[in-house]
């Protein structure tokens, strides 16, 4: 069974960068397809993007189209997700998943391994 661990959140102001990393111990990290989600308070969990199990393709939510960047890195057991530009309606907690089916997708149900989450605070 695979565990994960995100790092990386914090405070920054708008137009600011962050990366979050999302680290896997126990099964095999690559044989998962993975994805971020975020969720705002008093919203619903919402998907931001994804990667299949080799990182050649991605998909990403509309809202951070150009702006966020996420891939993996096999042999470190570990996906990124590079957050530039980023703006106040980007606060939320992130979750990393893995999903045990190949492809990506953007339900969360369709993920069956999560994380703890992650704070990021977007604020001047």
Same mark, same amino acid.
């Given at each position: 069974?695979?565990?994960?661990?995100?790092?990386? =959140? =914090?405070?920054?102001q708008?137009?600011? $960068?962050?990366?979050?990393s999302c680290t896997a111990s126990g099964r095999t990290f690559s044989s998962n397809a993975m =994805?971020?989600?975020?969720?705002?308070?008093?919203?619903?969990?919402?998907?931001?993007?994804?990667i299949n199990r080799?990182?050649?393709?991605? $998909?990403?939510t509309d809202s951070v189209k150009g702006r966020f960047t996420i891939s993996r890195d096999?042999?470190?057991n570990t996906m990124y997700l590079?957050?530039? $530009?980023?703006?106040p309606e980007d606060t939320a907690v992130y979750y990393c998943a893995?999903?045990?089916?190949? =492809?990506? $997708?953007?339900?969360?149900g369709d993920y069956n391994i999560w994380g703890q989450g992650t704070q990021v605070t977007v604020s001047s």
């Open positions: 069974q695979v565990q994960l661990v995100e790092s990386g =959140g =914090g405070l920054v708008p137009g600011g $960068s962050l990366r979050l =994805g971020w989600f975020r969720q705002a308070p008093g919203h619903e969990r919402e998907f931001v993007a994804a080799n990182g050649a393709s991605t $998909s990403y096999n042999a470190k590079q957050m530039n $530009s980023l703006k893995a999903k045990f089916r190949p =492809g990506t $997708s953007s339900y969360w």
